[in-house]
């Protein structure tokens, strides 16, 4: 069974910085196209950043510049670095593995940005 496991969210203030970690269970993180999205309360789910399974990488332009995906194929584990936080960034971060027509998601976790 596949899961997503995610950490690393939690309360910064703006400026700051926070890292994401999401970990494959029962897969191997390099067969998937992997994915960052985020919903802030009242909003739909957006993406945010994505890695492709040959390692090209794309992100929403909000976040250009500020935010950085990774990641560690021996660890399973995909990254998003977080700098120059906004107050706007505050929301539920989610990872995605996805292969077509496949997805699966993490259990999301809260990042708050606020003085």
């Known amino acids: 069974q596949v899961r997503l496991v995610e950490s690393g969210g939690g309360l910064a203030q703006p400026g700051g910085s926070l890292r994401l970690s999401c970990t494959t269970e029962?897969?191997?993180?390099y067969i998937w196209k992997m994915q960052w999205y985020r919903q802030a309360p009242g909003n739909q789910r957006e993406l945010i950043a994505s890695i492709s399974r040959d390692g090209d990488i794309q992100y929403e332009d909000s976040v250009k510049g500020r935010f950085t995906i990774s990641r560690d194929t021996d660890k399973n584990t995909l990254y998003l670095q977080m700098d120059s936080l906004k107050a706007e960034d505050t929301a539920v971060y989610y990872c995605?593995?996805?292969?077509?027509?496949?997805?699966?998601w993490g259990q999301g976790t809260q990042v708050t940005v606020s003085a």
């Open positions: 995605n593995a996805n292969f077509g027509s496949t997805n699966h």
């Open positions: 029962g897969t191997l993180l």
